[in-house]
T-cell receptor, first 109, second 112 residues
Framework: EDQVTQSPEALRLQEGESSSLNCSYT??????LFWYRQDPGKGPEFLFTLYSAGEEKEKERLKATLTKKESFLHITAPKPEDSATYLCAVQDYGQNFVFGPGTRLSVLP | DSGVTQTPKHLITATGQRVTLRCSPR?????VYWYQQSLDQGLQFLIQYYNGEERAKGNILERFSAQQFPDLHSELNLSSLELGDSALYFC???????????FGSGTRLTVV
């Protein structure tokens, strides 16, 4: 059974203080790993898809990386508007899609 | 606007009642997925439809059912509602079953 865990559960950063969020997964065969951002009361917003170990994707202050067992979402010099819950999900070759519990990020001005 | 439309945005109803949530997928997407997100809970997969046919089932209660119509919109029917059914219900769509999903803004259901 595919499983996704995320750490930490919650993270508080000062504006400009860079950090990383972790997503660890076990999957029968990884078709893709996905990062989403979710604001309170809103639907998740797609950020990145990673397909193979060693792949990296960047968007503004965010950079996602992938290894065979985990993915990291690096946040460089975050701003208060980066505050949200970040969700990781994996899809296997059976097209099963499993979300992790998320990391709640708060960036203080 | 993600392109996935969910209605209504908010719904308040009494225990024992039945409600229908509606989802219009993004143009061109054939797959529709329904998720439930309760307070302090992650996204729980309920059911997937692909081009009108049920493709996958998750933790969906027997009191819940869904369907996808020929125009590809989908409805999630929740019956004999209980207080614990209060949650955000999200619909997502994708072209097929592969790749990232696009989520709607959700329906907030409150059962009183």
């Amino acid at each position: 059974e595919d499983q996704v865990t995320q750490s930490p559960e919650a993270l508080r950063l000062q504006e400009g203080e860079s950090s990383s969020l972790n997503c660890s997964y076990t999957v029968s065969g990884l078709r893709g790993l996905f990062w989403y951002r979710q604001d309170p009361g809103k639907g998740p917003e797609f950020l990145f898809t990673l397909y193979s170990a060693g792949e990296e994707k960047e968007k503004e202050r965010l950079k996602a990386t992938l290894t065979k067992k985990e993915s990291f979402l690096h946040i460089t010099a975050p701003k208060p508007e980066d505050s949200a819950t970040y969700l990781c999900a994996v899809q296997d070759y059976g097209q099963n899609f499993v979300f992790g519990p998320g990391t709640r990020l708060s960036v203080l001005p | 606007d993600s392109g996935v439309t969910q209605t209504p945005k908010h719904l308040i109803t009494a225990t024992g009642q039945r409600v229908t949530l509606r989802c219009s997928p993004r143009s061109g997407d054939l797959s529709v997925y329904w998720y439930q997100q309760s307070l302090d809970q992650g996204l729980q997969f309920l059911i997937q439809y692909y081009n009108g046919e049920e493709r996958a089932k998750g933790n969906i209660l027997e009191r819940f059912s869904a369907q996808q119509f020929p125009d590809l919109h989908s409805e999630l029917n929740l019956s004999s509602l209980e207080l614990g059914d209060s949650a955000l219900y999200f619909c997502a769509s994708s072209l097929g079953g592969v790749g990232g999903y696009t989520f709607g803004s959700g329906t907030r259901l409150t059962v009183v």
